[in-house]
């Protein structure tokens, strides 16, 4: 059977990302089942989602997807090579034959070339060689240097933000000698983090937009998926404006000691004590990103040490691959997907919270992380009622009939 692979975040799942589903079918098999690994309640760009796994997770098998799994905490919150690693790696132990992703150059050959360059040693050397040259460069601005020197114009394509992802998904693909077959479909309308005035779908960051001006999604996504974002909307569990979680993460934030922040990732090269000083000397959540950030240093980066501060993430707990794949949403034929896992047992599938009990102590203390981050998550909800803690133990897979 051949099964497609999609790593996503679907904050919210929108008409573009149908479409990414839907081409990906066409250039197969149309009879191609999909499997989507996603960012649980907190995203790479270190920000919270916009709706709940769950609800997330039910809206994209409501459009297309077969099986929904969450990609545990620390993969979330860390850089794209590690995002990467963590999903894909995921993506092939649950028996995905290829993986699909969006890319603004929409060909695939110039993507592997870039990432087989991208994968030697010698080519991090040249990185490690040209930051220490400069000090105030991020990874990311001497890793541009690096690849203009060895491929040229070539590099420009590591300027494009779907296309690094693209290109850190081959990475993970080679690097772990995986056996499956990667393809790409080209991103058109709205760039992410832009805002777009001609055709096609509108970004992800758009939308988030517009629903913090309490405007409607309506012409936007899929009318499936808008039936459960409307439910979410009509019980309080929309998260529209972060404050409530800001002010959270700020009281947690002061409670830690420098060396604490040293541990987080991307804590080291000085980055930690940075932020440790930003928190003790700034009012707000912004005041304190600004604070912290530096060429070097970037937002990105200081929003998910926040977080990974925040929610009691460690440097290495996000190395190697997931050990375990949690059920967040199904149709029927996930369900079948399921069970050839498990004859398979290539990899644990948690379909109810209490069957981790059985796992070791490593799974065990990694779903504790992140139900510990979806109680933090909840605290943002205008509902009270719907701020209680527990769920993730209480919540069992959305099963669709």
Same mark, same amino acid.
């Given at each position: 059977?051949?099964?497609?692979?999609?790593?996503?975040?679907?904050?919210?799942?929108?008409?573009?990302?149908?479409?990414?589903?839907?081409?990906?079918? *066409?250039?197969?098999?149309?009879?191609?089942?999909?499997?989507?690994?996603?960012?649980?309640? /907190?995203? *790479?760009?270190?920000?919270?989602?916009?709706?709940? @796994? /769950?609800?997330?997770?039910?809206?994209?098998?409501?459009?297309?997807?077969?099986?929904?799994?969450?990609?545990?905490?620390?993969?979330?919150?860390?850089?794209?090579?590690?995002?990467?690693?963590?999903?894909?790696?995921?993506?092939?132990?649950?028996? &995905?034959?290829?993986?699909?992703?969006?890319?603004?150059?929409?060909?695939?050959?110039?993507?592997? @070339?870039?990432?087989?360059?991208?994968?030697?040693?010698?080519?991090?050397?040249?990185?490690?060689?040209?930051?220490?040259?400069?000090?105030?460069?991020?990874?990311?601005?001497?890793? %541009?240097?690096? &690849?203009e020197e060895e491929v040229g114009e070539l590099s420009e394509q590591l300027e494009l933000p779907n296309n690094i992802l693209a290109i850190e998904y081959l990475k993970a693909v080679y690097g772990l000698n995986l056996p499956i077959i990667p393809m790409t479909v080209q991103r058109f309308g709205g760039g992410h983090d832009k805002e777009w005035a001609g055709?096609?779908?509108?970004?992800?960051?758009?939308?988030?937009?517009?629903?913090?001006?309490?405007?409607?999604?309506?012409?936007?996504?899929?009318?499936?998926?808008? @039936?459960?974002? *409307?439910?979410?909307?009509? %019980?309080?569990?929309?998260?529209?404006?972060?404050?409530?979680?800001? =002010?959270?993460?700020?009281?947690?934030?002061?409670?830690?000691?420098?060396?604490?922040?040293?541990?987080?990732?991307?804590?080291?090269?000085? &980055?930690?004590?940075?932020?440790?000083?930003?928190?003790?000397?700034?009012?707000?959540?912004?005041? +304190?990103?600004?604070?912290?950030?530096?060429?070097?240093?970037?937002?990105?980066?200081?929003?998910?040490?926040?977080?990974?501060?925040?929610?009691?993430?460690?440097?290495?707990?996000?190395?190697?691959?997931?050990?375990?794949?949690?059920?967040?949403?199904?149709?029927?034929?996930?369900?079948?997907? =399921?069970?050839?896992?498990?004859?398979?047992?290539?990899?644990? +599938?948690?379909?109810?919270?209490?069957?981790? @009990?059985?796992?070791?102590?490593?799974?065990?203390?990694?779903?504790?992380?992140?139900?510990?981050?979806?109680?933090?998550?909840?605290?943002?909800?205008?509902?009270?009622?719907?701020?209680?803690?527990?769920?993730?133990?209480? %919540?069992?897979? +959305?099963?669709?009939?």
């Open positions: 059977m051949d099964i497609i692979g999609i790593v996503c975040e679907y904050n919210p799942f929108h008409n573009g990302h149908a479409y990414h589903l839907l081409m990906s079918k *066409q250039a197969l098999c149309e009879d191609a089942a999909v499997i989507c690994v996603m960012s649980g309640d /907190f995203m *790479q760009r270190g920000d919270a989602a916009v709706y709940s @796994k /769950f609800a997330r997770a039910e809206a994209a098998c409501m459009c297309g997807a077969n099986l929904v799994i969450e990609l545990p905490l620390p993969w979330s919150l860390s850089s794209a090579e590690s995002f990467a690693r963590g999903s894909v790696g995921l993506l092939s132990a649950l028996g &995905a034959t290829h993986l699909s992703f969006g890319s603004e150059t929409g060909e695939i050959e110039p993507l592997k @070339k870039l990432s087989e360059i991208l994968i030697k040693p010698e080519f991090n050397e040249k990185i490690k060689e040209i930051l220490n040259r400069d000090g105030n460069l991020s990874y990311a601005a001497a890793r %541009q240097i690096a &690849a055709s096609g779908p509108k970004s992800a960051s758009e939308l988030r937009s517009l629903l913090k001006m309490g405007k409607s999604l309506s012409d936007h996504i899929p009318e499936k998926a808008d @039936k459960v974002y *409307q439910r979410e909307r009509e %019980q309080g569990r929309e998260l529209t404006d972060k404050s409530l979680l800001e =002010i959270a993460m700020l009281s947690r934030l002061r409670m830690f000691d420098e060396e604490y922040f040293d541990n987080i990732p991307d804590g080291g090269d000085g &980055a930690g004590r940075r932020l440790y000083k930003a928190v003790r000397e700034e009012g707000g959540l912004d005041s +304190v990103l600004s604070a912290a950030k530096t060429k070097r240093y970037t937002l990105s980066r200081i929003r998910r040490m926040c977080l990974n501060a925040c929610l009691g993430v460690k440097k290495g707990m996000n190395d190697g691959i997931p050990p375990y794949a949690r059920v967040l949403a199904a149709d029927s034929r996930g369900c079948e997907i =399921i069970k050839e896992v498990n004859k398979k047992e290539t990899i644990p +599938v948690i379909t109810k919270p209490a069957s981790v @009990k059985a796992l070791d102590d490593d799974c065990k203390k990694l779903f504790e992380l992140g139900a510990s981050a979806h109680d933090f998550y909840v605290l943002g909800r205008k509902a009270t009622g719907e701020r209680r803690s527990g769920a993730d133990f209480r %919540q069992s897979p +959305v099963i669709l009939k």
